[in-house]
């Protein structure tokens, strides 16, 4: 593990009243146990921006953990970022949480890594102030969540190779890579749906496919009992995928395309989904990424919340916000397996296909030092 970068900054803001004397900004690059190979690229080291804003009484960490080849962010502009919009924020006071994020969206344009690092970290802060858990903090409660585990691309051999570790650590719920060669891809599916032992799969495509590729896959799974269809087509094609929805045996989630509550109702309109994955990375942190599930939910929209690949502190945060919803029915948090020496301890505890919540305030992790 590498720290790139790292700086203090004075902030002197209020929130409510809770000041925030100052914080630290850490770049860290952590290689992964194996390379994570999708559709866009493959990536072989986790890369976060690691934030603690620091208070007259506890600390609060975020994290803002980028892929670049999806979200279009390099990590070392996420870093800067996040030192830009603290300095713009700097010495300012806020009447509430609302009213500060307010000032850190609309502090720059773009950027939703380094938003959800600030967002992250303020709600860190202002939960364990308060001395409550995140979850409860944002209205849910601590309760077990089940994880899907991601087999990455791959031939049909690596994959019922990796399709067996995650056997043996008890997956509940199997993602499978695609997108890259549907022919392929169709083998890799069979072959895996073959091997299940009646366990539920789904597949992610990352926006790999046209069309006519897309329709294939869906026949398929709907042949060999997948659950749904993540992101078959580009990010923006709603048209085409409407007409992949109509002609789907199986549903269609939204991934790539839904970063804000907007693209919820655009989804809607345009009758190209039926569920949503929503990402804090994506959204620009928990306080949009609430405000896009309540959207789906409002319109009767089941969600699912995923990450990118993340520290147990981000998946922490994920957990809290999928545990305060009613329409999340499904988790993809598995973003911390392959850090090969963990940044933060606490926070969710893995066992048997199931994240479960640590007690305590606020995201409850602690940072692991010795590991920066």
């Given at each position: 593990?590498?720290?790139?970068?790292?700086?203090?900054?004075?902030?002197?803001?209020?929130?409510?009243?809770?000041?925030?004397?100052?914080?630290?900004?850490?770049?860290?690059?952590?290689?992964?146990?194996?390379?994570?190979?999708?559709?866009?690229g493959?990536?072989?080291?986790?890369?976060?921006?690691?934030?603690?804003?620091?208070?007259?009484?506890p600390?609060?960490?975020?994290?803002?953990?980028?892929?670049?080849?999806?979200?279009?962010?390099?990590?070392?502009?996420?870093?800067?970022?996040?030192?830009?919009?603290?300095?713009?924020?700097?010495?300012n006071?806020?009447?509430?949480?609302?009213?500060?994020?307010?000032?850190?969206?609309?502090?720059?344009?773009?950027?939703?890594?380094a938003?959800?690092?600030?967002d992250?970290?303020?709600?860190?802060?202002?939960?364990?102030?308060?001395?409550i858990?995140?979850?409860?903090?944002?209205?849910?409660?601590l309760?077990?969540?089940?994880?899907?585990?991601?087999?990455?691309?791959?031939?049909?051999?690596?994959?019922?190779?990796?399709?067996?570790?995650?056997?043996?650590?008890?997956?509940?719920?199997?993602?499978?890579?695609?997108?890259?060669?549907v022919?392929?891809?169709?083998?890799?599916?069979?072959?895996?749906?073959?091997?299940?032992?009646?366990?539920?799969?789904?597949?992610d495509?990352?926006?790999?496919?046209?069309?006519?590729?897309?329709?294939?896959?869906?026949?398929?799974?709907?042949?060999?009992?997948?659950?749904?269809?993540?992101?078959?087509?580009?990010?923006?094609?709603?048209?085409?995928?409407?007409?992949?929805?109509?002609?789907?045996s199986?549903?269609?989630?939204?991934?790539?395309?839904?970063?804000?509550?907007?693209?919820?109702?655009?989804?809607?309109?345009?009758?190209?989904?039926?569920?949503?994955?929503?990402?804090?990375?994506?959204?620009?942190?928990?306080?949009?990424?609430f405000?896009?599930?309540?959207?789906?939910?409002?319109?009767?929209?089941?969600?699912?919340?995923?990450?990118?690949i993340?520290?147990?502190?981000?998946?922490?945060?994920?957990?809290?916000?999928?545990?305060?919803?009613?329409?999340?029915?499904?988790?993809?948090?598995?973003?911390?397996?392959?850090?090969?020496?963990?940044?933060?301890?606490?926070?969710?505890?893995?066992?048997?296909?199931?994240?479960?919540?640590?007690k305590?305030?606020?995201?409850?992790?602690?940072?692991?030092?010795?590991?920066?």
């Open positions: 593990m590498t720290v790139s970068r790292n700086r203090e900054i004075e902030l002197n803001v209020t929130i409510g009243d809770v000041n925030i004397r100052g914080a630290k900004v850490d770049l860290l690059q952590i290689p992964l146990t194996e390379p994570f190979r999708i559709s866009l493959t990536v072989y080291d986790y890369s976060g921006t690691i934030l603690e804003l620091k208070s007259d009484g600390s609060g960490f975020g994290e803002g953990s980028t892929i670049q080849e999806i979200t279009g962010e390099a990590p070392p502009a996420v870093y800067e970022t996040v030192i830009d919009i603290l300095l713009r924020v700097k010495g006071r806020y009447a509430g949480l609302e009213d500060f994020l307010d000032d850190v969206y609309s502090s720059i344009y773009s950027s939703p890594t938003k959800n690092a600030i992250m970290a303020t709600h860190d802060l202002l939960s364990k102030s308060y001395g858990h995140a979850t409860t903090f944002l209205g849910g409660g309760k077990q969540m089940p994880t899907s585990l991601t087999i990455g691309l791959g031939s049909v051999e690596e994959n019922l190779k990796s399709l067996k570790r995650l056997k043996d650590v008890n997956a509940r719920l199997i993602k499978v890579k695609v997108g890259k060669d022919e392929l891809d169709i083998k890799r599916i069979k072959a895996i749906s073959e091997n299940l032992d009646g366990r539920p799969f789904f597949v495509a990352n926006q790999g496919y046209k069309l006519k590729d897309a329709v294939k896959v869906a026949n398929v799974l709907g042949d060999t009992g997948g659950i749904f269809f993540e992101q078959p087509l580009g990010k923006h094609d709603l048209q085409n995928l409407r007409l992949l929805r109509m002609q789907s199986v549903p269609i989630m939204l991934d790539e395309s839904i970063s804000e509550p907007m693209d919820v109702i655009d989804a809607i309109l345009t009758e190209s989904a039926d569920m949503v994955n929503v990402k804090l990375t994506k959204s620009g942190g928990i306080r949009r990424a405000k896009t599930l309540i959207t789906a939910q409002s319109y009767g929209i089941d969600s699912m919340v995923g990450c990118m993340e520290s147990k502190l981000g998946i922490a945060a994920s957990l809290s916000l999928a545990s305060s919803l009613s329409n999340v029915k499904y988790s993809d948090l598995d973003g911390f397996h392959t850090i090969t020496k963990q940044p933060f301890e606490g926070g969710i505890e893995y066992k048997s296909g199931v994240n479960n919540p640590v305590g305030t606020g995201l409850a992790c602690t940072p692991v030092r010795e590991n920066w």
